[in-house]
């Protein structure tokens, strides 16, 4: 330091007297020579001092709003006027100032602050000078005041920013090169924005324990800066109370209480909020950097509700899966299914067309000899024995292209798994989410008929548990015994609780009448039931009692299962012949391996086109590979009558071809040439259809016609509704394929 | 083994029809006496035999049987010959038939290049040729010359494993199997479909 | 010579001779007869101090009275096919001159954890013994660039 200042007064004096005064001067103050400073710009030094000094204030030009920052104001009168930074922004009474400055275009560091989950105001990186006040002020947590004065560039704010980033490195370790957040850190970043470039930090680093979270997320808790955002997820969004803080001042940290896994089926969001290292991917951990992925914008298949994910990739390898943003569908959050089911795409992939030779082995073919066999079957048996299955995740190009096939080949049996027999087609309201996934929110009461949205869509359900903390929404369940994470009120197993409902005699039904919104959700593990009919009628009245569907409410909704079920519907997928399976004599299965193949003659000739070799691989006599939802270009319409495209993220594997490539193939080698040879060309054939599917990332309402529907006479069963999904992480071929979700499946759920 | 070949060369042209058959046969000799040698160090023992390699060599030859008139080659099934300095000689050729050799075997795509020994275009036993010509064969000369500078890369290891069996096994096949009559009739879709998904 | 047949015939009455054919039978004499390194090296053995055996059986002598530069020397065990890289890494320093550390004591020091058997270089030994390097068509243990598994038939 002497020698540094000396060299440093040396070369700005230029006279021996001169000189001799400083180095005097400076050997006469002993704490100049001892303090280090921190302040890597010298007005920062004396950031009091410099804030009275009076400054020239550098006029900006006014910043656009950060990150889509909107303003919205429920109450025109609420309007207020801040100063951020000497420019008038005008926000909503009770934003907070942090708010206020995003929407002046200010960005303000924070780690503990989520515009999601609730304010904890414990990390202090938002600090901000507002004029008036002692202190710098966090700026999460204070609400913005009338005419308040916000200063964020100034010698207070930015001290203010050092002190508190040096107190968040001196116990963060120093292990960015070995740490999956490298490069995504928000820690990182923040710390080459705002931080200093030195600490005063000498002592000995503290260092915590490793918390066991389960097979999913990866927990490094040195690395821990106490945020509590995690905790705040868990408990305000997953609706689970497992993570908490333990312990004060340096013992503090984040933990389960009990040694315990983190059992929700939303856990992998910890990973994405977590700003630092300390929660991270398990199977991703050191698989690769994120600067070398190749981020694809896609959509999920593995449930009917469609989230907006990003596939990561490098090379031919899909290496991880993360959330995108959408409001409607997914918020920010996806399910562990979506994000972790990646690891599915690279096992047990058919890659050859093969033959079952006379042997029953399987055989490699090409293409030519594969699809030659099995036009020459298809022309042998009598058009009405032949079936056609659409698999879960069928895309609707290829769903269309089946149901040209067959019927150029004269059979109309087709259908999507899932559907049940005879489904109901023909009103889109029959099958699709009508109040739409974020009109849930408006609801009050809540009736879950047959359907456990915790398993059979988590992103529906988590909308359902924002509404009921929010509201207080009311919740009904009628069906198996199963887990819910927020207050509900099981009122029955079976249709005989429907029947007390409707005729007006359940306890519940004064919840109902009351309800300005009430929203009636049923599973579509009904569709599967033979008295389907009669309840869907029940229900149908019970919706009438309740007042659920009027012009500017539709609460009658079903929750579909699977992603390829709306687009089966819309298209027309329905099989002509209640018992097709028993006669069929060629089964073309596309993706369907829930189908029950037990009925089937054995004599039956089965191609399967699909991308995994799952159950109905086993049956078959010919495997057709195709790609899989992350290879290929298709359109899904998801539950609440979205429809959105799938983009390729990596090529497919092996010799595997499209979906509608394939049919479109076949149709030509068994003399059936269908029209189209682009997908172009199929979207226009759709559009015949089903126009819908092709206004993409819109949601088409369904119109109502709940007058239209015919009167049932069916007789129902009072045999209880069953759940329609066993095991929450494995629902189809890829998430089977799946090894990370087989071990969900295995330690998670036997803890149940 | 290398430098015998090249110690081999041919001489700049031959004075008549007479002489370039001779070397046409003095090639296909060296060549057969070298595909011992090319089977050892390209270790392809277990992808081909002598015999088959050899018949490739000779099927390579008496493909070009019918040239007589080397200023001017006729052209007779396809089978373009280079009258022009850029023509079925060029280097390129090799790149995608050895990319392309096996999956044109497996989709019996023959590509009218996947041939063996391309360059090696020399009119051979063929009775009604001994014709005997009193000017340059200019033509003859040059593919001689290209087939031995490709058995000489053959023999030296400029060409690797892949190479020859990209070109001279699997390519040997596309030759002898035809399935261009059985993609007749068949839309450009489905002959792009057997070759890909990306089209 | 007369030298050499003096110090024979002293050990033949010192040890009798039929100690002194065991030895010759131990030593393989019979195979360094018509090998001159071999022979050289039996020869030069006498007058020197075995100095340590290690465990391929290679025995280091030293004798300080030769020339310096030359008074340490290796027996190899294997008296078919010998050649330097038989030399452990040991014993390598000392039989070079590195170091006066015999292989003995330089052995203890040697880690247990991660210290890789010495192995001879094989070369032109046989296809198993040829190093190819990494890609190289005949490595058997070629990295497998398939990104993905394919499902595998099975019999039913």
Known sequence: ?752 | MAFVVRSARVPPNSATFEEARQRTLEFFRKACRSIPTIMQIHNLEDVVTISQLRSTISSEILKRAHITNPKDPPRRGGDSLPTSPDGANDGGNFIPTMQSGAGALKEGKTDKRVVLFETIVVYTTNTSMRTTYGYFDMVIDMLLFKGFEELNNILEQAKQRHHLIGQYVIGREGLVQDHRTKDQGISDFLKNFYSSNYF | MAKLLKTAIQAIREKGIANIVKELKEGEFVRCLPDGNLLQTKIHNIGGRVVGVDKFGNKYYENLDTQFGRHRWVEYGDKRRYNASQVPAEWHGWLHYITDHTGDELLMLKPQRYGVEHKQNFSGEGDEYIYHSKGHALNPGQRDWTRYQAWQPTKT
């Open chain 1, 1 to 752: 330091m002497g020698f540094g200042v000396l060299a440093l007064r040396a070369s700005r004096t230029s006279s021996a007297i001169n000189r001799c005064f400083s180095v005097s001067r400076i050997f006469a103050n002993p704490s100049n020579r001892h303090s280090r400073s921190i302040a890597s710009t010298p007005e920062l030094r004396n950031a009091e001092a410099a804030a009275e000094a009076p400054q020239t204030q550098e006029i900006h030009p006014p910043r656009t709003p950060l990150a889509g920052a909107r303003v919205h104001f429920p109450k025109p009168e609420d309007a207020i006027e801040v100063f951020v930074d000497g420019f008038p922004v005008t926000i909503p009474k009770g934003m907070t100032v942090l708010q206020a400055c995003e929407v002046a275009g200010v960005d303000i560091p924070r780690f503990c602050y989520h515009s999601r989950l609730s304010i904890a105001g414990n990390c202090r990186m938002c600090l901000v000078e507002v004029e008036k006040s002692p202190k710098p002020v966090a700026s999460c947590a204070m609400p913005a005041l009338p005419g308040m004065k916000i200063k964020t560039d100034t010698p207070v704010a930015k001290k203010a920013r050092e002190g508190v980033m040096e107190f968040l490195l001196m116990n963060h370790p120093l292990d960015c090169p070995i740490c999956d957040q490298g490069g995504e850190c928000d820690l990182q970043d923040q710390s080459m924005a705002f931080g200093s470039d030195r600490g005063r930090f000498t002592d000995v680093k503290r260092s915590v324990v490793d918390k066991n979270l389960g097979p999913l997320v990866k927990t490094v808790m040195t690395r821990c800066i106490q945020c509590t955002r995690c905790v705040r997820f868990a408990t305000e969004v997953a609706g689970v109370q497992d993570l908490g803080m333990l312990g004060r001042g340096s013992g503090e940290e984040i933990g389960t209480y009990v040694e315990k896994l983190m059992t929700s089926e939303l856990s992998g969001n910890v990973i994405d909020i977590c700003p630092v290292g300390a929660l991270t991917s398990k199977p991703f951990a050191f698989k690769a950097r994120n600067w070398e992925l190749k981020a694809t914008e896609t959509i999920d298949v593995t449930d009917a509700v469609g989230s907006n994910i990003r596939i990561d990739s490098r090379g031919l390898e899909v290496m991880r899966i993360i959330p995108r943003l959408n409001e409607d569908i997914n918020e920010e959050w996806i399910s562990d299914k979506t994000r972790f089911c990646y690891d599915g795409l690279k096992r047990q992939r058919l890659n050859d067309p093969m033959i079952r030779g006379p042997d029953g082995r399987f055989k490699s073919v090409s293409w030519r000899d594969a699809l030659a066999i099995v036009a020459e079957v298809a022309l042998q048996v009598k058009p009405e024995e032949i079936v056609g299955v659409a698999g879960r995740l069928s895309d609707a190009e290829s769903m269309i292209a089946l149901k040209d096939f067959l019927n150029r080949m004269g059979s109309n049996n087709v259908w999507c798994e899932g559907n049940g027999v005879r489904p109901n087609a023909d009103l889109r309201s029959g099958y699709l989410l009508n109040s739409s996934i974020s009109g849930l929110e408006k609801a009050d009461v809540f009736l879950l008929v047959g359907t456990q949205p915790r398993i059979e869509a988590p992103m529906v359900n988590a909308r359902i548990h924002k509404t009921v903390r929010a509201n207080h929404a009311k919740v009904g369940y009628i069906g198996p015994p199963t887990d819910f994470n927020y207050n509900c009120k099981n009122l029955g197993t079976g249709p005989q609780t429907l029947l007390e409902i409707a005729e007006g005699r359940h306890p519940f039904c004064s919840a109902l009448l009351a309800a300005k919104n009430p929203a009636i959700i049923v599973g579509a593990g009904l569709f599967e039931r033979k008295d389907k009919d009669s309840i869907l009628s029940v229900i149908d009245s019970i919706a009438k009692l309740g007042n659920v569907v009027r012009p500017d409410w539709n609460g009658l909704n079903f929750l579909l299962l699977h992603a390829a079920q709306a687009a089966s519907l819309d298209l027309g997928l329905v099989p002509e012949s209640d018992n097709s399976i028993e006669s069929a004599k060629f089964l073309y299965l596309m993706g369907a391996d829930d189908v029950e193949l037990d009925e089937l003659p054995s004599d039956a000739f089965v191609v399967y086109q699909g991308h995994h070799g799952d159950r109905s691989v086993y049956r078959a006599n010919v495997i057709l590979p195709a790609s899989a939802f992350s290879e290929k270009e298709g359109t899904y319409e998801n539950t609440e009558g979205c429809s959105q495209q799938t983009l390729p993220a990596v090529p497919t594997v092996g010799d595997a071809r499209d979906d509608w490539k394939i049919i479109r193939a076949l149709s030509e080698v068994a003399g059936v040439c269908l029209p189209y040879d682009n997908l172009a060309g199929i979207r226009s054939r759709i559009s015949v259809v089903a126009p819908n599917l092709l206004r993409v990332d819109e949601r088409e309402p369904a119109l109502i016609h709940t007058d239209l529907k015919p009167d049932c006479q069916q007789k129902m069963s009072t045999e209880p509704f069953s759940s329609a999904v066993d095991n929450f992480y494995m629902t189809d071929s890829i998430t089977r394929a799946s090894k990370i979700m087989a071990q969900c499946s295995a330690s998670l759920l036997s803890k149940k």
